[in-house]
């Protein structure tokens, strides 16, 4: 069975590369899901998403990202995410508690975009770590 080839970078790091059955993200369009032989496509990823490898023999990879692009072409699936953190790297105590703050800030304050934006960001990484959000 045919196997896409996945890479996911940031401008930091390459956060993971391999083969994989399935990639599923979020962008601006929707949730995607690309299998081997998807035609080509290239979608902006929603700040906050939540991306899922999904492997043969192994459990699935999971990583919170945070904007960026996703393309794909010939079985290659490329994720070039402003920000992405694994969800094995998650501290979800910090991430926790930067959700509590940002949620308070945006109770004193609701057009305050920065904190709409870290409330975001902190509910994505739990979900990567698989905390209920």
Do not use: C, Y
Not at 18 to 44: F, R
């Amino acid at each position: 069975m045919a196997k896409l080839r996945v890479g996911v970078v940031s401008p930091e790091r390459e956060i993971w590369s391999g083969e994989a059955d399935m990639v599923i993200a979020k962008t601006v369009d929707g949730e995607i899901g690309i299998m081997p032989g998807h035609a080509p496509v290239l979608g902006v990823l929603v700040e906050g998403g939540v991306l899922r490898v999904k492997r043969d023999s192994e459990s699935d990879l999971v990583a919170a990202v945070h904007g960026g692009f996703l393309s794909v072409a010939d079985n290659d699936v490329s994720v070039l995410a402003e920000a992405a953190e694994l969800g094995s790297e998650v501290d979800v105590a910090a991430a926790k508690d930067a959700l509590q703050r940002a949620q308070a800030s945006i109770e004193a304050d609701q057009e305050d975009a920065d904190a709409r934006l870290e409330a975001k960001r902190a509910a994505a990484r739990l979900r990567a770590a698989g905390e209920e959000v």
